[in-house]
């Protein structure tokens, strides 16, 4: 069996995929497996793919987004035209390379089934996949639906979400509730497991630790309000800063070189988990992929959600968690202008261990450790009905 899976954009459309198809890999030991990615993301999508399974072939497919911004009004976003309205022509471009470059592929290499996980990389590879008539299997992590799978949803054969089903548009028939598929390895952390972890991480098993990840690509805005507390945080916490890889080399001159209160990352593929596990405190933005990992770590965590996405839809998925005393939330904003906010957010979850402790079990409710699965069962069954009943490509 061929099996495609396409997702990019963040880590968040990529680690899932990991997940997927390695609960595809235990049902179907002998299936051939690729993955499609867009450009910006395509180094981390390798080192992630490999991390998994080195003989995955990963392809890069042209691609390009919509821009469209929560904190703008329709006619102000119209009168940016160096930085909305002609680069979002220019990708429109792009969409139509990739759908041609997807054609041809599909065509060379025809997979049995393709699986989407989000990002716009989906939209060429998905119409592509219509015109084909090869199933189509879509993931939609977010409880606000992006426009990617708004579109290929009514061509989907299977549909598995992260939210449950009232959230979405689409056909229930085909629809189901399955969360965030989440890898193998997220499970709750004893004391002695954070303990041992943070020594072979070169930090003081004794001192807590926090880590601030914006994820593979990073967040300027809260990479620049660790860089400039650094010296306050360091008073009573040692830190992980994932910077992604477009800060890296500029927070790393700003910052000291790595000893055992500050160590600087730009992307991690391998030990993401460790490293998550140990830590007291999690920083992180509020893509649904990286709020369902800590919660199934139970992990105490701090939320700054990108206000400036689409649908503000990290600010809905914060606000789920928030209302349910499993997370705290920090605008990015008010970050901006005064960084201490997040030092005194962060000193405060440290100094309370019992809420803490409250936080982390209030998270790990909303774990859903099946999902991968689920999915995996989702993608064979689509597979194997078109099969056995080919007359249903015609829908």
């Not at 206000?307 to 008010?334: C, P, S």
């Amino acid at each position: 069996m061929r099996i495609l899976a396409v997702g990019g954009g963040s880590g968040g459309h990529v680690t899932p995929v990991v997940a997927v198809l390695r609960e595809v890999k235990k049902q179907q030991p002998d299936a051939e497996l690729r993955f499609w990615v867009d450009r910006k993301f395509s180094k981390q999508a390798r080192n992630v793919m490999a991390s998994f399974d080195n003989s995955v072939r990963v392809d890069v497919i042209a691609s390009g987004k919509l821009r469209r911004y929560h904190n703008l009004s329709v006619v102000r976003q119209l009168l940016r035209l160096r930085t909305i309205v002609w680069p979002n022509f220019v990708d429109a471009l792009k969409v139509c390379v990739g759908f041609v470059q997807s054609l041809v592929k599909l065509i060379a290499w025809r997979p049995d089934v393709i699986f989407t996980k989000g990002g716009y990389v989906c939209m060429p590879v998905g119409l592509a996949a219509h015109v084909l008539r090869i199933p189509l299997v879509i993931h939609d992590s977010d409880a606000h639906p992006g426009l990617t799978n708004r579109v290929l949803a009514r061509w989907a054969d299977r549909i598995g979400t992260g939210a449950p089903l009232e959230y979405y548009p689409y056909p229930k028939a085909i629809s189901r509730y399955v969360g965030v598929p989440i890898r193998e390895g997220f499970k709750p952390y004893s004391e002695q497991q954070r303990r041992v972890v943070k020594e072979k991480l070169g930090f003081p098993s004794n001192r807590s630790l926090v880590l601030v990840t914006g994820g593979g690509l990073g967040a300027e805005r809260l990479n620049n309000a660790v860089a400039d507390t650094i010296s306050e945080l360091t008073q009573f916490t040692s830190v992980i800063l994932i910077t992604g890889t477009g800060q890296y080399a500029e927070i790393r001159r700003r910052l000291p070189e790595d000893t055992d209160q500050v160590k600087v990352y730009d992307f991690v593929s391998d030990g993401m988990i460790d490293m998550l596990g140990a830590a007291d405190v999690v920083v992180a933005r509020a893509g649904a992929t990286t709020i369902l990992e800590l919660a199934a770590l139970a992990k105490p965590t701090i939320l700054v959600p990108n206000g400036f996405l689409t649908g503000g839809h990290q600010i809905k998925n914060a606000k789920v968690y928030e209302d349910k005393g499993a997370v705290k939330v920090i605008d990015e904003m008010q970050m901006e202008k005064t960084p201490q906010l997040l030092v005194d957010e962060i000193k405060n979850v440290i100094d309370d261990p019992a809420e803490a402790r409250q936080m982390g079990q209030a998270f790990l409710s909303f774990a859903h450790p099946g999902a991968a699965k689920d999915m995996a069962d989702m993608i064979l069954d689509a597979a194997n009905s078109r099969r056995t009943n080919p007359d249903s490509a015609a829908k």
